[in-house]
């Protein structure tokens, strides 16, 4: 039973223009959400997170927004750039107190130059 | 740079044979992981430590042992590796106690012939 599910592999988009990554979950538990990118050959790299008592955060380009009715949140990149063709993964954490984390399948993003 | 270092960094052993995996980390944080990733799956959580001798299993345990005796040392061992257990392995740590996210490892890619 996945509980975090990314449903789009692969995405592209043009240079400048907003991308838009969406992951949904299963678990009402799950107390924060992380956005990760990865590239081919390195280990993922934090981006940004948002508490579940929230409903946006925002850093720099990057904006995650979350809707706990419909158990979705997104990944908003202002204006899209080519370094950020990357894999990206969302995480959730438990709330249990042992700090486990459940990751999505990945969207893959390329911005065309 | 959270200090974490993985080795090997590649490896091809044969099935059947034992192999072991260490993450090291050099800044002192309680929580250690090991993901596998592989196509499709995306990060999927095999054990985590919460603490020096304080281990428990996540959604892939099955086949893979871990050990913890020093803060800084997480191995993961594969007691007779299979085929199925081609991957690419990741350690992580999560920061410090109020900080949500995990620091990843660079990865050891394991092939199984």
């Known amino acids: 039973d996945q509980q975090v599910k990314q449903n789009s592999p692969s995405l592209s988009v043009q240079e400048g223009r907003i991308s838009i990554l969406n992951c949904d979950y299963t678990?009402?538990?799950?107390?924060?959400f992380l956005w990760y990118k990865k590239y081919p050959a390195e280990g993922p790299t934090f981006l940004i997170s948002?508490?579940?008592?929230?409903d946006k955060n925002e850093d720099g380009r990057f904006t995650v927004f979350l809707n706990k009715s419909a158990k979705h949140l997104s990944l908003h990149i202002v204006p899209s750039q080519p370094g950020d063709s990357a894999v990206y993964f969302c995480a959730a954490q438990t709330t249990s107190g042992t700090y486990k984390y459940i990751f999505g399948t990945g969207t893959r993003l390329k911005v065309l130059a | 740079d959270a200090g974490i270092t993985q080795s090997p960094r590649h490896k091809v052993t044969e099935t059947g044979t034992p192999v072991t995996l260490r993450c090291h980390q050099t800044?002192?944080?309680?929580?250690m992981y090991w993901y596998r990733q592989d196509p499709g799956h995306g990060l999927r959580l095999i054990h985590y430590?919460?603490?020096?001798?304080?281990?428990d299993k996540g959604e892939v345990s099955d086949g893979y042992s871990v050990s913890r005796s020093k803060t800084e040392d997480f191995l993961l061992t594969l007691e007779s590796a299979t085929s199925s257990q081609t991957s690419v392995y990741f350690c992580?740590?999560?920061?410090?106690?109020?900080?949500?996210?995990?620091?990843f490892g660079p990865g050891t890619r394991l092939t199984v012939t």
């Open positions: 430590s919460y603490g020096v001798k304080d281990t």
């Open positions: 992580a740590i999560r920061g410090l106690a109020g900080v949500h996210e995990q620091y």
């Open positions: 800044e002192n944080h309680r929580y």
């Open positions: 678990n009402s538990m799950f107390d924060y």
């Open positions: 948002i508490s579940s008592i929230k």
